[in-house]
């Protein structure tokens, strides 16, 4: 865990220069589209710290001041496929994005969507001696939990602690200056593909630019779309994408789970494509213009012309009725949301007291969702987008923007990582050296 | 054949251009918007330009004597205006005299522009006049020059080697005179040194009031005390610290004594505790006579 543990440090050092110098961009590469941000600071003394925030993070209020989206390209469930392709679409993205706010950007943090995330629980516990829990003592607990193993290729993307608890008390966010004879803590960590992450390290450092941090779409889709209580009580997000499905659970203000189904829509899409044999680009504006997933017998009626482009234009002039085009949605759209139920009955998302569950991504926008998806997954469903932020455009307030949106709140107020708290001192290389320092410290 | 045209127009018409920009495109729009690359463009740039074009312009002599040339006659018409000229100088709180070698000290010609006369330099020269305390230029609406000026006060006739002097309460001179006869007015001092107490000269002539019609001067002996002279060679010898209240008390002595009425060549107060006197040679002699035949011999 040490190799990623420097890497990730030094993201988070890069991050800070970004923060120092003012400006950051967010790229959401997604299957179908990808989104640029970027954003500038103002500065930590321009937001009031609020409870659960920790000092740590080194938050910020921000704005953004540059937004462009493009259609993706080379990506397949989220993945790099055709790294070319994907590059020139992140060119693309981030030469309009920063056209638009008339500043360079050097530093990115990206979205990983793919790689096959797996959720894992971490428990650890020391002894203390007694005394104030100091940021040694929670370094040390956080580093006394015991590692799964992960299996061969895989890398840690978040390891985030998401409960501490001293003696017989728990649920704290933060122990320090708290005394107690024994510390425990657990901790979430969530692994993806090593060959996804450097595929996209190489990917954004191709374009010039730094990245800066990773993070993974369920999560940052969970920040933007649930609110503060649907948090703390427990909830999941699921962001319905256009490779991927991602689901997330949050409790207590923490992620404690996330996963993803490799199914979204362009499944759909290409159902229709073969369902009634029109090219994709057709198939994808009779999804996003007529596609439904509830008929009504009105929808009988309502018949859709496919334009096939085969070439004779003159011949091929077929219609298709609206509830035939449902007809194929449908049954793909539940096998997604049959998935994610799945995946959520495996996460023991029913033991919750809460069991809110929010639907963003652009999939959450097909009409009649919200009448299918409490049939599957219980009855407490909705469909969100994502919260406001200081000037994003219009047209990236949408569901779709749930990730991108939520990407900006993880860079401007980032959850405490397991690596940004103080290397323990007794695993430390420097340890002799870093114990002279604080000697010097303590006594002048 | 209509449906082949347009299958001909669709499918094998080139492609649309790829929509992302090329690698250096790219690049070269990063480095447009490097902050220190923008700022070059929009402030380096221009000011290079401008530099460029007044140094090749100014790179021909001629055009630039033309332009100074051009520049002065500008300055000089500007100068020249009715509103500048200054056409009279006003003299105020000078006497007659003073205010005459005033004007004769003004080192300019009338009229002239207010922008041409350098007032400070004019003030300064003024100020070193012997009879001018303090003098404020400034030039008036309507084209005057006002000058206002404090005139030294002489209190004291000074006389030196060199001849007699006036002497202002701080010991400035203020101007000189031919002969003691045209201020009697004033008191006399002599002696090196003597303007450099005026003050206490001053005290001393206060206080020597009593014997006022007698006074012929007060003399400072070497830089160090005063003498009061009086009619007839009679001299009062002062302490150096104190001078005053030992002047009073001689003149106390001579009411009470009428002490400067004897023949009395002297009196000596250098030591301030006690007053010494000498009579003149032939009175003394005779004291002594009358003593001796009051005494008897031996």
């Known amino acids: 865990m040490r190799d990623l543990y420097q890497s990730q440090r030094a993201m988070r050092a890069i991050r800070q220069t970004a923060m120092q110098r003012g400006v950051i961009a967010v790229l959401d590469i997604g299957t179908s589209k990808i989104a640029c941000l970027v954003l500038r600071f103002d500065g930590p003394e321009s937001i009031d710290k609020a409870e659960g925030i920790s000092p740590m993070a080194g938050e910020s209020a921000f704005r953004v001041i540059g937004a462009a989206t493009t259609r993706s390209r080379g990506m397949r469930f989220g993945e790099i496929d055709t790294m070319n392709e994907t590059e020139r679409a992140i060119r693309t993205v981030v030469q309009a994005a920063q056209k638009m706010a008339q500043v360079r950007v050097d530093h990115v943090i990206a979205t990983i969507s793919g790689g096959e995330p797996r959720s894992y629980g971490l428990a650890g516990e020391i002894e203390l001696d007694g005394e104030a829990v100091d940021e040694q003592d929670v370094a040390r607990c956080l580093a006394s939990c015991e590692v799964p193993d992960l299996g061969p290729g895989r890398e ?51 374009c010039d630019l730094e990245l800066a941090g990773i993070a993974s779409s369920a999560y940052v889709a969970g920040k933007a779309s649930l609110v503060e209580d649907e948090q703390e009580l427990g909830a999941a997000c699921i962001d319905m994408g256009g490779g991927t499905t991602s ?7 923490h992620m404690i789970y996330a996963d993803s189904v490799a199914l979204g829509g362009d499944q759909v899409t290409s159902d229709i494509s073969k369902g009634l044999q029109v090219p994709l680009a057709v198939a994808e504006r009779l999804k996003t213009l007529h596609g439904g997933v509830v008929a009504t017998s009105r929808d009988d009626r309502d018949m859709i012309e496919l334009g096939g482009e085969s070439g004779d234009w003159e011949r091929d002039r077929r219609t298709v009725s609206r509830a035939e085009l449902i007809g194929i949605m449908r049954p793909r759209v539940e096998e997604i949301l049959e998935d994610v139920r799945v995946r959520l009955d495996a996460a023991g998302f029913d033991a919750l007291p809460s069991r809110a569950i929010v639907l963003t991504g652009g999939g959450s926008s097909i009409p009649g969702l919200d009448r299918l998806a409490p049939r599957i997954l219980g009855q407490q469903v909705r469909t969100s987008r994502p919260i406001r932020v200081a000037g994003l455009p219009e047209r990236a307030t949408g569901a779709a923007f749930a990730a991108t949106v939520g990407l900006c709140l993880f860079a401007a107020n980032p959850q405490d990582e397991f690596w ?17 320092v604080r000697w010097f410290k303590d006594n002048w | 054949m209509r449906a082949l045209i347009r299958r001909h127009a669709r499918g094998f018409a080139p492609r649309a251009a ?51 040339a051009w520049v002065g006659e500008a300055k000089s018409q500007i100068l020249r205006r009715e509103e500048f000229m200054v056409r009279a100088v006003a003299v105020d709180g000078a006497s007659a005299g003073l205010a005459r070698t005033i004007r004769a000290q003004l080192p300019f010609e009338l009229p002239l522009s207010s922008f041409e006369i350098d007032l ?55 101007g000189g005179i031919e002969a003691r006869t045209l201020r009697p007015d004033l008191p006399l001092v002599a002696g090196r040194g003597a303007d450099a107490r005026v003050a206490e000269a001053l005290a001393l002539y206060a206080a020597a009031r ?89």
């Open chain 1, 247 to 253: 689901l997330s659970i949050f409790w207590r203000k």
């Open chain 2, 18 to 68: 790829d929509p992302a920009p090329s690698r250096l495109a790219y690049r070269m729009q990063r480095l447009a918007l490097t902050p220190s690359v923008r700022r070059g463009f929009t402030l380096g740039a221009p000011i290079f330009a401008v530099a460029m074009i007044l140094t090749a312009t100014f790179a021909d002599p001629d055009r630039r004597a033309a332009v100074v």
């Open chain 2, 120 to 174: 400070d330099a004019v003030r300064d020269k003024l100020a070193k006049l012997e009879a001018v305390a303090r003098v404020d230029l400034r030039v008036r609406s309507g084209g005057v020059l006002q000058i206002d000026v404090t005139e030294r006060v002489p209190v004291l006739v000074w006389r030196t080697a060199e001849g007699l002097a006036l002497l202002d309460g701080e010991g400035h001179r203020a």
């Open chain 1, 420 to 436: 940004d708290f103080e290397v323990p001192v007794d695993r430390g290389s420097a340890r002799s050296l870093r114990m002279a």
């Open chain 2, 210 to 298: 009593p014997l006022q019609g007698a006074i012929r001067g007060l003399l400072r002996e070497g830089e160090r005390r005063w003498t009061l002279v009086l009619d007839g060679g009679q001299k009062i010898l002062l302490p150096e610290t104190d001078p005053v209240p030992a002047l009073e008390r001689v003149i106390a002595t001579d009411e009470a004594e009428d002490l400067m009425a004897r023949d009395v060549v002297l009196v000596d107060m250098r030591n301030a505790r006690r007053m010494t006197v000498r009579l003149a040679e032939d009175s003394a002699r005779d004291l002594r006579k009358i003593k001796l035949l009051e005494l008897g011999d031996d």
């Open chain 1, 156 to 206: 840690v993307l978040h390891a985030q602690p998401v409960n501490f608890a001293l003696d017989h008390r728990t649920g704290m966010n933060d122990p320090r200056g708290q005394v107690g004879q024994a510390l425990s803590c657990d901790m979430h960590l969530l692994s993806v593909d090593s060959r996804v992450v450097e595929n996209l390290m190489h990917c954004v450092k191709r």
